[in-house]
């Protein structure tokens, strides 16, 4: 038995909130967890949406039934399975819409936000560490940073831009114990981030966003 590849062109889907025009001065990109749906994920972004922001929320390829009677449906950026694979997919998928939206912009003069929630946080920072395009700020938020992209030659990257870790003091999925590990091994690669806590759980809360946003 051979295992072989086949490149296909699949047809992604993403939401937006704002409008792709030359007016734009701050784009988001933000990234859904596991078995999220970006329709859904978009709207807890609302709260940025001041006329002069673009929120671009891109859908992960793989989708799946999360209930028994396949009433809901979420999303998966990758799992185990051929891993490398997924994440050059993503990759390529992410970059491409990225540049689709500068084109609709008209200019590349705007502040670049990169947000990953959940299992949307490694895919986050490896599109940034994939691409040339120039971040402000990165934030993680109930999230993990890759150990890939933790490596020697990116410091000078990880030093270009503002690293935010946001923790729900209530998350039933990142425990403290799993939370002080992970700023173990980011502090021994001597990240320079912002630890940013908030009194909730496994979410992306508006306000707490926008608090954070409102200090850029």
Known sequence: MYRNYLDVTKRAKYYQIGEANSSIKKVWMVFHG????SEFFIKKFEVLNDGETLVIAPEALNRFYITENFSRVGASWMTKEDRENDIIENNRYIESLYQNIVSQIGHSNFDLNVLGFSQ???????WVFSSSLKVKNLLIWAGD????????????QWDSFN?????????????KELSLKFQKVISDYKLDYKLVKYDGDHRIFPDVLKGISDKF
């Open 145 to 156: 940073i890759p150990k890939d992209t933790l490596i020697e030659q990116n410091k000078l």
């Open 34 to 37: 596991y078995a999220m749906l």
């Open 120 to 126: 949307g946080s490694p895919t986050a920072c490896r």
């Open 163 to 175: 690293t935010y870790l946001v923790m729900g003091e209530k998350d039933q999925l990142i425990t």
